[in-house]
């Protein structure tokens, strides 16, 4: 008896380890075809079957590639960052459930613990940026420290809202507690959700705030010196948390494993599958924000509303029906139209450089 919690946790740490690269592999696949296909491409054709194997392809490519270390840098922050950054991205999925009983670790604060793992890629970037001793890299990762700094904060009050109404930190409580209905369901829960999605694009550089390595300006940002697998690892961690970060909206907003007639694991799938096609979605229609827009739009907009939104949830928790629902909906519209007053305008096109003709 006191050793089945111990196997159980072997089983399911050896089925991250497994697994984890596959996701990561057809997840590469997942974004070229969508992306292609917004952009009226074929995209990968050539190797298997509708391209399918590209992505096998693609990993024995980048292990025999030369790994080359810029004579300037800093050889084991240049050699660590990597495997700093994929590491906690595979922990993440210690707390993420995919049934009752299909967690790996049921921590009593699970969601504290997926938050705090994913603040430490902070320190992984800028370790790449700062031991490349290239200013094109060092750039790349002051901009990640300013944006998850940035974000970070409304994302944790979008999901406080969740821990206030279901009153635990744990992972399968919350997915418990939506048992009648989904927190997305609600006026607080549809604010919540919309900025947990914003704050995790940001959170895992995906477009159109991937102003880290931004290739426009920054060549290839902080992972600008970087070749072969050690800058495989780098896609293999923001492609986990990218998979890691939607399960966890699939888990605060969308009832997790709960659904009609499918089992819990294949809901899980489809609602995080559905989260990430919006992401790749977002990717191929939406430009890239400006770093100051960038920043002003998390400190300016999102924060105020989450805040707002904070309040919403008690009013709609404490006030009977339909009052509670009333006055949540009407603060977070009056919050909102009240900040885009101040945001939208300092965003416009009026302090954009001009074009002479």
């Known amino acids: 008896m006191g050793l089945e919690p111990l196997i159980r946790m072997g089983i399911g740490i050896a089925l991250i380890l497994a697994l984890a690269p596959v996701v990561?592999?057809?997840l590469t696949w997942l974004e070229r075809k969508t992306i292609a296909r917004i952009q009226n491409r074929f995209g990968p054709t050539r190797v298997g079957r509708y391209g399918l194997l590209q992505p096998l392809a693609d990993g024995v490519k980048m292990l025999t590639k030369e790994d080359?270390?810029?004579a300037g840098a800093d050889r084991w922050l240049h050699l660590l960052a990597p495997i700093v950054i994929v590491v906690p991205a595979l922990m993440l999925f210690a707390v993420l459930p995919f049934g009752p009983r299909g967690i790996v670790l049921n921590l009593n604060t699970g969601l504290l613990f997926f938050l705090a793992v994913t603040s430490t890629q902070t320190i992984a970037v800028f370790m790449a940026?700062?031991?490349?001793?290239?200013?094109?890299?060092?750039?790349?990762?002051l901009r990640t420290v300013a944006q998850l700094a940035a974000y970070e904060v409304p994302m944790v009050l979008a999901a406080a809202t969740v821990v206030m109404i279901s009153g635990s930190l744990s992972t399968t409580a919350i997915v418990e507690a939506q048992a009648a209905r989904w927190f997305v369901a609600t006026p607080w829960g549809f604010t919540a959700f919309i900025i947990f999605l914003l704050c995790a694009l940001a959170e895992v550089n995906r477009t159109p705030f991937d102003l880290p390595e931004a290739e426009s300006e920054l060549v290839g940002g902080f992972h600008t010196e970087y070749s072969g697998m050690k800058f495989a690892l780098f896609y293999m961690a923001e492609f986990l948390?990218?998979?890691?970060?939607s399960?966890?909206?699939?888990?605060?907003?969308?009832?997790?494993w709960r659904g009609p007639w499918l089992p819990g694991w294949l809901w899980v799938l489809v609602k995080t599958y559905g989260l990430v096609f919006?992401?790749?979605?977002?990717?191929?229609?939406?430009?890239?924000?400006?770093i100051d827009h960038l920043l002003a739009f998390a400190w300016k907009c999102l924060l105020p509303v989450s805040?707002?939104?904070?309040?919403?949830?008690?009013?709609?928790a404490v006030c009977p029906w339909p009052w509670g629902t009333v006055a949540?909906?009407?603060?977070?519209a009056a919050t909102f139209l009240v900040t885009s007053q101040i945001w939208i305008p300092e965003a416009s096109c009026k302090d954009s450089p001009r074009v002479v003709s």
Do not use: D, E, Q
Not at 129 to 141: E, H, T, V
Not at 307 to 316: F, R
């Open 241 to 245: 948390g990218t998979f890691a970060i």
């Open 307 to 316: 805040l707002a939104n904070v309040l919403a949830a008690g009013l709609w």
């Open 247 to 256: 399960a966890l909206g699939a888990t605060l907003f969308l009832g997790g």
């Open 129 to 141: 940026g700062w031991g490349s001793r290239s200013k094109f890299s060092l750039l790349g990762a």
């Open 68 to 70: 080359i270390v810029p």
């Open 278 to 290: 919006v992401m790749i979605w977002i990717r191929g229609t939406w430009p890239r924000f400006r």
């Open 328 to 332: 949540a909906v009407v603060l977070v």
């Open 24 to 26: 990561m592999m057809w």
